[in-house]
């Protein structure tokens, strides 16, 4: 396995996995390689710096890297995410029973969100309510 740092003709960059670079010659050549945030098929292997592991990797410590400048992308999921948990209420594995509630008419209609197996999502489309999945994991408080 090869991770290739890819950049595409809208200036997203990203990173992507691969089984051998010669993989990534030929899904990139049929189409089949697009831009993780934007879609575009127009991708680019981008500069990037090889990992060289040197003698003992046990005792070896990995030097602390800066931060980052945090990419639009990531910025933008964070908004969503930050939005999501002020602004709803958060039901948990209860998902499924409250969206049919009020569904129903059974419990006052508000924004909710929370966790469902994929076939109950699949059945609750399929009775014709709508959700849509959201492309973040509840923050977990722990003790």
Not at 3 to 31: E, M
Not at 118 to 138: M, N, R, S
Request: glycine share 6%; with cysteine; aromatic share 6%.
């Amino acid at each position: 396995m090869i991770q290739f740092a890819l950049k595409c003709d809208q200036g997203h960059s990203f990173d992507s996995w691969f089984q051998s670079a010669a993989a990534y010659d030929k899904l990139r050549a049929a189409g089949h390689v697009a831009c993780a945030v934007c879609g575009s098929a127009e991708v680019e292997k981008a500069l990037m710096a090889p990992r060289v592991n040197h003698g003992d990797t046990a005792a070896a410590k990995p030097a602390p890297l800066s931060e980052p400048a945090a990419d639009p992308a990531q910025q933008a999921l964070a908004a969503l995410k930050a939005h999501v948990e002020q602004n709803t209420d958060y039901v948990g594995r209860n998902f499924t029973t409250e969206a049919r509630k009020m569904h129903s008419g059974d419990a006052p209609e508000r924004a909710i969100w929370g966790e469902a197996k994929p076939e109950e999502a699949k059945a609750l489309i399929d009775d014709g309510i709508q959700i849509a999945p959201l492309p973040f994991v509840p923050t977990r408080k722990t003790n």
